[in-house]
């Protein structure tokens, strides 16, 4: 199957700074990505559809301006989340689609203090 | 808005026991596919289905889709340690996913 990466697994940063999140297809080419946030013991809820050499698609209520998307290459994405609170503190997945099906990296948990 | 309800939400059960997970939609999807997560880690896919009425076995996990194609159930037997963990089922639309809440599986040796 094809293998979906995320950098870094874990990270701490404090309130007001910004991080930035790796998402990249190992052994494919995608030109299409996709974000996640999912709470403790929750599902997972779509942040934004990431398209190669164009902006990204956000889900109703997120904020676009809160959570960059760049897509700059048909291996990488990334997520910045700028001016980090709190409540941004959460597990991030990426995945990509390819062979038909959605892979799913190993997430990103963010802990703002 | 398409919707997917999984019940139950949470099920601690003894080695050995069977259990059944359901997943009921409001719409129906082109297919349909159930995930296992552990912490930590991304979600990994355990099966497609695609036909209504469709039964898929991948070892001791059974998993059917409703005539109608609204509905799923992912059946268990003689559960492991090694099974616990969310549970995922999710609508299959033309580009994204839909998940559902998740089943928080807890199997005790």
């Known amino acids: 199957g094809a293998v979906v990466s995320q950098h870094p697994s874990r990270v701490i940063c404090k309130s007001g700074t910004s991080v930035k999140i790796e998402c990249r297809s190992l052994d494919f080419q995608a030109t299409t990505m996709f974000w996640y946030r999912q709470f403790p013991k929750k599902s997972l809820m779509l942040m934004a559809t990431?398209?190669?050499?164009?902006?990204?698609?956000?889900e109703q209520g997120v904020e676009k301006d809160k959570f960059l998307i760049n897509h700059a290459s048909l291996t990488l994405s990334t997520l910045t989340v700028t001016s980090a609170h709190p409540e941004d503190s959460s597990f991030y997945i990426c995945?990509?689609?390819?062979?038909?099906?959605?892979?799913f990296g190993p997430g990103t948990r963010l802990t703002v203090l | 808005t398409q919707l997917l309800e999984q019940s139950p939400q949470f099920l601690s059960i003894q080695e050995g026991e069977n259990l059944t997970v359901y997943c009921n939609s409001s719409?129906?999807?082109?297919?349909l596919q159930w995930y296992r997560q552990e912490p930590g880690e991304g979600p990994v896919l355990l099966v497609t289905?695609?036909?209504?009425?469709e039964v898929k076995k991948l070892k001791r996990l059974t998993f059917q889709f409703g005539d109608a194609r609204k509905d799923s159930s992912l059946h268990i037997t003689a559960a492991q340690t090694g099974d616990t963990g969310l549970y995922l089922c999710a609508g299959v639309g033309y580009s994204t996913l839909t998940f559902g809440k998740g089943t928080m599986l807890l199997v005790s040796p």
């Open positions: 995945s990509a689609r390819a062979y038909g099906e959605q892979f």
């Open positions: 990431s398209n190669e050499g164009s902006k990204a698609t956000y």
């Open positions: 719409s129906v999807f082109s297919s």
């Open positions: 289905v695609v036909t209504g009425g």
